[in-house]
């Protein structure tokens, strides 16, 4: 049986994806954003998927995790962006749209100002322009990905706020936005074939990872980012998941639970490493 494999379509999912199919992988990929490929896992449509790690903090009596891979910050990270006209402690009461892609950057910036800035998230509601037009127009708006990395290049926001810069700052661990998300019926339906992708993930990264200025001239998001800045980019992030970014997302998780935005401590559900 082979491996339905859900994409993101960011730039940051580049160095897992790029040489995968050379690696050895023939399965189905499935590209889009967070919250689409986190529906698509829970319902069982893909097998596993770099997903939300709030999306796992959810439902993790339903998802194992690919052990040692995440997608994280340890600081900035560039592409989890609060564009505003006032500095973070002074956006209590203001409005800010939030995009829909991604529940973890959501509520990140929710515990954030819960937590470090002691004040609740004023979200706008029935917000039907895109958030770049919100900001454009002097909003305040929270943009992740390749939306946020376009956004940085020519918004005129007097502030831009770096969530994982904040969340380093404020706790000194790195941010984990997404893990190797596993559903439960893959792991007991394929077995041998989520040992297989292991492998050939980690082959793909580590080539990728070898030499990112080549990596960056072969990449479609060279041309609207720079072969320099995008590999600086993905030098920028972190794809491990160590003992260290354990406790980062522990972090993440209590709070989230102190603050009523999980009703539980999630439990750590690793699939059997084959390295």
């Known amino acids: 049986m082979s491996l339905r494999v859900g994409h993101i379509a960011y730039a940051n999912c580049v160095p897992f994806f790029h040489h995968l199919e050379a ?19 829970a319902d069982g449509r893909i097998d596993l998927s770099p997903s939300s790690s709030f999306e796992y903090g959810r439902h993790w ?42 529940a ?10 819960l937590e470090f800035y002691g004040f609740p998230l004023r979200e706008m509601t029935d917000c039907r322009q895109p958030v770049e037009e919100i900001i454009a127009a ?19 926001a007097a502030y831009v706020h770096d969530l994982g810069e904040l969340w380093w700052r404020h706790t000194g661990l790195p941010f984990v936005f997404a893990l190797w998300i596993v ?25 990728a990872l070898s030499d990112l200025h ?13 072969i320099a800045q995008l590999a600086n980019y993905w030098q920028a992030m972190s794809y491990e998941f160590t003992d260290w970014h354990r406790q980062g997302l522990e972090r993440y998780f209590h709070l989230a639970v ?16 084959v390295l």
């Open 258 to 273: 102190k603050h009523r935005l999980l009703p539980e401590m999630p439990q750590f559900n690793f699939v059997a490493s």
């Open 138 to 156: 002097g909003g305040s708006g929270l943009l992740i990905g390749d939306r946020a990395l376009k956004a940085a290049m020519r918004s005129g």
């Open 183 to 207: 559903h439960r019926d893959a792991m007991r339906r394929k077995a041998l074939e989520l040992r297989q992708f292991q492998r050939q993930l980690h082959v793909s990264l580590d080539r």
């Open 61 to 102: 009596r339903r998802y194992g995790l690919l052990p040692d891979l995440s997608i994280s910050a340890c600081g900035p990270v560039r592409s989890v962006l609060l564009f505003s006209s006032s500095p973070f402690d002074k956006l209590a009461g203001v409005p800010v749209a939030l995009t829909g892609e991604s």
């Open 23 to 41: 690696a050895g992988f023939q399965g189905v990929i499935r590209p889009g954003v967070p919250a689409q490929l986190n529906a698509l896992l």
């Open 104 to 113: 973890t950057s959501i509520n990140l910036l929710r515990l954030l100002c």
């Open 214 to 226: 080549h990596l960056s001239r072969q990449s479609a998001e060279s041309s609207w980012l720079g």
